[in-house]
């Protein structure tokens, strides 16, 4: 049951991700007239479909996944709207609009988040302790408000989890409210190996907002996980960097982790996956979308354009030792389970 209940989450966070990718590319290719052809989801057999403004719409046999289909990018390289024609911004658009429309699906799923079950980054509150944690044995509860840590003012939890992490094996004390008095508690906070930092064991409350503030507040988290991301990017060359990556595999089993919290939990996790999704694309890395912004940034620096060809040759290999690395991170994930 835990074993379907993973894929079909899985299936689920990812197809919903990629849809709302797929059609962002679709709805900057329009807006910068480029024709595209084709905007699918699933593979297989087509079950349905419908054509709108030259644009076959299908719904396949498998639905999972999504894809577009620009007209030129793949072949017919001089067609008049299609993509190779259109003017340099009008292609950097285009690519950068699969992000774009990560970046909403995830503001999306924010709001929503944020409006029925509540914020968690933005409390102090202890919203369950873990059996057998630091913070159990401690003696801290669900329901503490936590007020200070070492005696420095905490405001909400990522101020709260900063703290522990960077305190690792070193014990912190904890000024608490409980039942409208304070209370003191000492933790001693300890690696989690599967999350790759230091912890006491314990979630957050929650925090809920009206719709408006839970969509203002969906933008700026959003925005904040942005900046987190490229600051981490940096670490992706350091051995701790690698060893932390993850592929399909371990994914699958972190959507699997949340769903068994809830349907809410689940769509957090497609919030993050979402954008962690339209922010990879960007890398400069051929076979993804950062490889054609990669393209187009070279063409502004020797002012003129690099021959079709050439770019689908070089986006074939990139995409052949993308899923050689993929396949390595994926058998290192299947290992990492066996193991534990």
Known sequence: MQILLTVLSFAFSFTLATLFHEGGHL?????????TEEFGLGFGRTVWSRTRGGTVFKVNALPILAYVKIKGMESNYDAPDGFYTKGWWARLFTMVGGMLGNLMLAILIFTIVFSTLGDPRSSTLVGSVTP????????LQAGDA????????????DQISAYVRSHEGRKIDITVERDGRKEDVSVTPVMNAELG????????????????RSAWRAVTFTAEYVVTYVKALPLLFTKRGIQSLTGPIGIARMTGEAA???FMSLLWMTGIISVAIGLTQLLPIPALDGGWVLFLLVEAVIRRRIPPERQGTIQSVGLFILLGVMLLISIKDVVGILIH
């Open 27 to 35: 709805l900057a290719a329009r807006a910068s007239r480029t024709q």
């Open 132 to 139: 057998s944690s630091p913070a159990q044995a401690a003696g």
């Open 146 to 157: 936590i007020l200070s840590v070492d005696g420095v003012a905490m405001a909400n939890f």
């Open 197 to 212: 930092y230091a912890v006491i064991g314990y979630t957050p409350g929650y925090v809920r907002y009206n719709p408006l």
């Open 260 to 262: 068994m919290g809830g």
